[in-house]
């Protein structure tokens, strides 16, 4: 009799994690994240999971941003998407017209929302950004601003205590940062990079001006003021030659070993490096002209309307908790990604992060002017254009004023 009421216990206890188990709602959550980002991803979902025990978010990694938009694309086409997924604008955009996404300002603002002060709290032009129609339609996600990374000692030996807060003072800077052999042959370059879309177009921005008129509207970067920013990127490298374009695949070696006292690109570029460096690393804003605008990259979350009720819902209970200011707080500490909330950069742990490393706050707070490329579909090609056209500068083909007229005209025809 003992062994009978055994039996029919361990029988029950059976069924009910099966039955526990068949009630956990799956998320699929598909991604672009590779090494750190990646690993700081996973720990946070497995943290997210053993606190919610009947979600589960199923990570499926594309390896980059291109094959992640081609299988989403194909997956809308065959009416099997996942249920969230990293988008860049571009995609939202296209999506969105498909009807293929849900509105989570619907969430955002219901029962089980976001409060007011969290809201608020959020940087107005991310919230912006993610607005579609007047509602917002996916939330921002992966956040990286561009910043230059400098040498510490090199910069205090040319007499500069900070790094430099405009652009002509960083060329001057460049200039004497710049060390050549006896022989005439370039040892440390004062700067690496060549022609980069990211600082060419905040810089347009800075100088009053655009991309484009409007989304898909007329370009506006072959103007005056990209013609001058455009000019004077090439000076730094054909005619001053400070400016170091060969840098490899690897740039952020070839600065740790003094190749280069600066390097643009982004926050996130300290992530895997941090432990490998032998001298004191400065990160800085991106110096201005006019007027302070950086271009913010980076992805957003948007989810499926064809998710059945329960994975939105669970969909939503991981994107909340993501997206506090509590958890981004360990995605910044563990990427480099700026936390999306203001209050975040108060943490301790993000208050010691800061304490070490010079002018990491200054180059965070580039979030206060933020500013974005179109969003428009015709933006994908215009944009493939303009950087093939900046390249064409950079070498000498063209001058800045023909790439720039050269880009345009591409990005109209592929507009028709």
């Given at each position: 009799?003992?062994?009978?009421?055994?039996?029919?216990?361990?029988?029950?206890?059976?069924?009910?994690?099966?039955?526990?188990?068949?009630?956990?709602?799956?998320?699929?959550?598909?991604?672009?994240?590779?090494?750190?980002?990646?690993k700081?991803l996973?720990?946070?979902?497995?943290?997210?999971?053993?606190?919610?025990?009947?979600?589960?978010?199923?990570?499926?990694?594309?390896?980059?941003?291109?094959?992640?938009?081609?299988?989403?694309m194909?997956?809308?086409?065959?009416?099997?998407?996942?249920?969230?997924?990293?988008?860049?604008?571009?995609?939202?955009?296209?999506?969105?017209?498909?009807?293929?996404?849900?509105?989570?300002?619907?969430?955002v603002?219901?029962?089980?929302?976001?409060?007011?002060?969290?809201?608020?709290?959020?940087?107005p032009?991310?919230?912006?950004?993610?607005?579609?129609?007047?509602?917002?339609?996916?939330?921002?996600?992966?956040?990286?601003?561009?910043?230059?990374?400098?040498?510490?000692?090199?910069?205090?030996?040319?007499?500069?205590?900070?790094?430099?807060?405009?652009?002509?003072?960083?060329?001057?800077?460049?200039?004497?940062?710049?060390?050549?052999?006896?022989?005439?042959?370039?040892?440390?370059?004062?700067?690496?990079?060549?022609?980069?879309?990211?600082?060419?177009?905040?810089?347009?921005?800075q100088?009053?001006?655009e991309?484009?008129?409007?989304?898909?509207?007329?370009?506006?970067f072959?103007?005056?003021?990209?013609?001058?920013?455009?000019?004077?990127?090439?000076?730094?490298?054909?005619?001053d030659?400070?400016?170091?374009?060969?840098?490899?695949?690897?740039?952020?070696?070839?600065?740790?070993?003094?190749?280069m006292?600066?390097?643009?690109?982004?926050?996130?570029?300290?992530?895997?490096?941090?432990?490998?460096?032998?001298?004191?690393?400065?990160?800085?804003?991106?110096?201005?002209?006019?007027?302070?605008?950086?271009?913010?990259?980076?992805?957003?979350?948007?989810?499926?309307?064809?998710?059945?009720?329960a994975?939105?819902?669970?969909?939503?209970?991981?994107?909340?908790?993501?997206?506090?200011?509590?958890?981004?707080?360990?995605?910044?500490?563990?990427?480099?990604?700026?936390?999306?909330?203001?209050?975040?950069?108060?943490?301790?742990?993000?208050?010691?992060?800061?304490?070490?490393?010079?002018?990491?706050?200054?180059?965070?707070?580039?979030?206060?002017?933020?500013?974005?490329?179109?969003?428009?579909?015709?933006?994908?090609?215009?944009?493939?254009?303009?950087?093939?056209?900046?390249e064409?500068?950079?070498?000498?083909?063209?001058?800045?004023?023909?790439?720039?007229?050269?880009?345009?005209?591409?990005?109209?025809?592929?507009?028709?």
């Amino acid at each position: 009799m003992k062994m009978r009421i055994t039996v029919l216990v361990s029988a029950l206890a059976f069924l009910i994690g099966c039955k526990s188990a068949s009630q956990k709602t799956t998320v699929t959550f598909w991604h672009a994240m590779g090494g750190e980002s990646q690993k700081t991803l996973k720990t946070m979902v497995d943290r997210f999971e053993s606190t919610h025990a009947n979600i589960h978010i199923e990570l499926v990694g594309m390896g980059n941003y291109d094959a992640l938009s081609q299988k989403l694309m194909g997956a809308v086409a065959a009416k099997n998407p996942p249920v969230i997924a990293q988008q860049y604008e571009n995609w939202t955009t296209q999506l969105h017209a498909g009807g293929e996404l849900v509105y989570l300002d619907s969430f955002v603002r219901g029962p089980d929302g976001l409060s007011a002060e969290d809201l608020a709290d959020i940087y107005p032009a991310l919230l912006e950004n993610n607005t579609w129609d007047g509602r917002l339609l996916t939330l921002p996600f992966n956040k990286s601003v561009p910043v230059y990374y400098y040498s510490v000692p090199m910069f205090a030996a040319a007499g500069y205590p900070e790094f430099p807060k405009t652009w002509p003072d960083f060329r001057d800077a460049a200039m004497k940062l710049t060390k050549r052999d006896a022989a005439g042959n370039i040892e440390t370059w004062g700067a690496a990079g060549g022609t980069d879309i990211w600082i060419l177009g905040s810089m347009l921005f800075q100088r009053g001006t655009e991309f484009l008129e409007r989304e898909d509207g007329k370009p506006l970067f072959n103007g005056p003021e990209g013609v001058a920013a455009l000019q004077f990127q090439v000076d730094m490298v054909l005619r001053d030659n400070v400016q170091n374009t060969d840098v490899g695949r690897t740039p952020m070696d070839d600065f740790l070993v003094g190749r280069m006292a600066t390097l643009t690109g982004s926050s996130t570029w300290r992530a895997p490096v941090v432990d490998k460096e032998s001298f004191p690393v400065g990160m800085a804003p991106i110096p201005t002209w006019a007027k302070p605008a950086a271009i913010v990259y980076g992805t957003n979350i948007g989810m499926f309307r064809r998710a059945t009720s329960a994975q939105k819902a669970a969909a939503w209970t991981f994107i909340k908790w993501f997206t506090s200011p509590e958890q981004q707080v360990e995605w910044s500490l563990g990427t480099w990604y700026v936390p999306i909330h203001r209050r975040s950069l108060e943490d301790p742990r993000m208050v010691e992060r800061l304490a070490k490393t010079p002018g990491l706050r200054a180059a965070y707070a580039q979030m206060d002017c933020a500013v974005f490329e179109p969003r428009g579909l015709k933006w994908l090609a215009g944009r493939k254009a303009l950087v093939e056209e900046l390249e064409q500068a950079m070498l000498g083909a063209k001058t800045p004023k023909q790439a720039l007229d050269d880009a345009a005209a591409r990005y109209a025809g592929s507009a028709q």
